[in-house]
């Protein structure tokens, strides 16, 4: 994570983080922090470079300076650039309670509206380094407030690709969750977040390993009565990210490796 800051004596500054290789803007500041007051020249971006790629950092004035045909005198500012590091979670069981404040702004992520047009939405957000991770291992983590509506984004660290947003449950809490299962050469960062009306405050988000029941092929008896339920949503479906995806796991034991073995499943509804 990168922290570019700018502040002015004599403007209020405006930032925009470019990727010139797509020509397209990352992320935007506000004007500057505090709107209300008129002294607050001091304005911040804070995004997560992704490898290989290439950034400009077009520092703009304000509204009112950018009415003017032209500039009397030259507009002095200072670029302060900083780096954070993300928090960290295992994904083995961990319960980590974090807030969410003024200072997790996020600045303003491009979107694009129905009619084609690009508005700028606010973003508050923590992430969290996902460590202890197994491959093939199902992970679930769950999001909890009691201040603000819940998001819950997947991430690959390294691209910073979106793997999955995952809003809360339902109209009644501000609970979200998430259950993937990790792929081996991937790292994952998880992004607490909100949306809606309310954007700040405290908040719970814990892991857990989801524990896999084992199937002996060398057992006189394998049969086992299952039950798909809510509990078992699988997010993102490896097949297909816009499909929702139930399933139950089991791990196959005690197998020869170049026997036939038939596996059944019925459906006793």
């Known amino acids: 994570m990168v922290k570019i800051e700018v502040n002015s004596a004599e403007f209020k500054p405006y930032i925009q983080i470019v990727d010139i290789n797509k020509n397209?803007?990352?992320?935007s500041s506000n004007y500057y922090t505090d709107e209300n007051s008129s002294s607050d020249n001091t304005s911040y971006v804070i995004f997560s470079p992704v490898?290989?790629?290439k950034y400009n950092v077009r520092v703009k004035s304000d509204k009112d300076e950018s009415k003017k045909d032209s500039i009397n005198e030259p507009l002095n500012y200072d670029i302060k650039v900083s780096s954070t590091s993300n928090l960290e979670i295992s994904a083995e069981?961990?319960?980590?309670?974090?807030?969410?404040?003024?200072?997790?702004?996020?600045?303003?992520?491009?979107?694009?509206?129905?009619?084609?047009?690009?508005?700028?939405?606010?973003?508050?957000?923590?992430?969290?380094?996902?460590?202890d991770v197994k491959a093939?291992?199902?992970?679930?983590?769950?999001?909890?407030?009691?201040?603000?509506?819940?998001?819950?984004?997947?991430?690959?660290?390294?691209?910073?690709e979106i793997i999955y947003?995952?809003?809360?449950?339902?109209?009644i809490n501000n609970s979200s969750q998430l259950k993937f299962i990790p792929v081996d050469g991937i790292n994952y960062t998880i992004r607490v977040s909100s949306y809606g009306d309310k954007y700040i405050g405290s908040y719970e988000v814990e892991t857990e390993n989801i524990i896999i029941?084992?199937?002996?092929?060398?057992?006189?008896?394998?049969?086992?009565?299952?039950?798909?339920?809510?509990?078992?949503?699988?997010?993102?479906?490896?097949?297909?990210?816009?499909?929702?995806?139930?399933?139950?796991?089991?791990?196959?034991?005690?197998?020869?490796?170049?026997k036939t073995y038939r596996f059944s499943l019925f459906d006793d509804n």
């Open 213 to 258: 029941p084992a199937i002996s092929l060398t057992s006189s008896s394998n049969n086992i009565n299952g039950e798909v339920t809510a509990e078992d949503i699988i997010n993102p479906n490896p097949i297909n990210i816009n499909v929702t995806s139930y399933s139950d796991e089991y791990k196959i034991t005690d197998f020869e490796s170049g």
């Open 51 to 53: 490898s290989d790629a």
């Open 24 to 27: 397209g803007t990352v992320v």
């Open 136 to 160: 093939g291992q199902p992970i679930k983590i769950t999001l909890d407030s009691n201040d603000f509506n819940t998001q819950l984004v997947l991430i690959n660290t390294d691209t910073q």
């Open 165 to 171: 947003s995952s809003s809360k449950l339902d109209d």
């Open 93 to 131: 069981g961990s319960k980590i309670s974090g807030e969410l404040n003024s200072n997790d702004l996020i600045s303003s992520i491009p979107h694009t509206n129905v009619h084609g047009g690009t508005y700028y939405k606010e973003l508050y957000t923590d992430n969290y380094l996902l460590t």
